[in-house]
């Protein structure tokens, strides 16, 4: 028997749902297990919606059909309506964040989000996604880190917070800079954990797991500045990881899988099903190569 496990879903828009959905179906098929068993899940941003899921118990094959579905006429006009009540500018959200006054520990990457405009688009429809209505209360073993726009450090709901609805947090780990709106909890504005680090694998060495299982789409093959970012702060927390004796399998799209995201899900829904499936058979690959057979018992 595996003797603690962790799961990790990165950052990853849209085409990260599928892919995340693809991964926890993989972890089924790999360690027959369910994704609701196990012990530790961090959600970052699109892995944030997916994990909240997880561990509400949503089957995957929910979520890889939600996400490829369309929005609905009603969705479409409620969206309309919000962005035009939003107020739109050009002028930086969070510019005190780009100055190095009391700065220390706050990366590149935080520093350029707090140049971006604020974003017009709401986050308020997360709270309809699959399982946030399941969560009465603060599930456990759930991690979703997202900035705190009034200091630029990441607050972890489930470690920092454990008094924030679900979907909120949510919310808050998903508000992406200059698209999203940033979302304000007691008064304090939220944006994209991944701003800070598109996975927060690190966060996983808390409970000493014999196995982390990290989805990663941000670190598809490509040269966005967003992807290198990515991939040093994967192999970072890949370290930390490995250090304390955990192996650590990264499932990450291929060149052919990582394509399918292109225009996903506006012009390309149909690709849902391939890339869920990729990614299954991916995290089935990646887990039996760190070697788990050994770990599981009869």
Excluded at 219 to 226: A, E, H
Aim: overall charge neutral; hydrophobic content about 45%; aromatic content about 4%.
């Amino acid at each position: 028997m595996i003797e603690r496990t962790a799961l990790v879903l990165g950052a990853g828009g849209a085409y990260g749902w599928i892919f995340h959905a693809g991964v926890l179906r993989g972890i089924e098929r790999a360690l027959g297990i369910s994704p609701i068993d196990i012990d530790l899940i961090i959600g970052t941003s699109a892995g944030a919606a997916i994990g909240a899921a997880a561990r509400a118990g949503v089957d995957p094959d929910r979520l890889t059909a939600v996400v490829s579905r369309p929005p609905s006429e009603e969705d479409r006009r409620r969206m309309t309506a919000e962005i035009r009540a939003a107020r739109k500018s050009l002028l930086p959200f969070a510019p005190h964040l780009a100055q190095p006054l009391g700065s220390a520990g706050r990366s590149g990457m935080v520093r350029m989000a707090g140049l971006l405009p604020r974003g017009v688009f709401p986050t308020s429809w997360i709270a309809e996604f699959p399982g946030m209505d399941r969560h009465d209360r603060w599930p456990e073993g759930l991690l979703i880190p997202a900035v705190s726009a009034a200091t630029g450090q990441v607050v972890v709901f489930g470690r920092d917070r454990f008094d924030v609805e679900v979907h909120r947090a949510v919310q808050a780990s998903s508000a992406v800079p200059g698209m999203f709106q940033p979302h304000v909890i007691d008064g304090t504005a939220y944006f994209d954990g991944g701003v800070a680090s598109p996975t927060h694998a690190d966060l996983a060495a808390a409970i000493e797991p014999s196995l982390v299982v990290i989805s990663s789409p941000m670190t598809r093959p490509g040269r966005r500045l967003t992807a290198g970012h990515a991939r040093r702060r994967l192999a970072e927390e890949t370290a930390v990881l490995e250090r304390g004796g955990a192996r650590v399998a990264i499932v990450q799209p291929d060149a052919a899988t990582g394509a399918l995201a292109d225009g996903f899900p506006r012009r390309t829904g149909s690709n849902a099903p391939g890339i869920a499936e990729a990614a299954a058979e991916a995290t089935v690959q990646s887990i039996t190569e760190v070697g788990m057979t050994d770990l599981i018992g009869s």
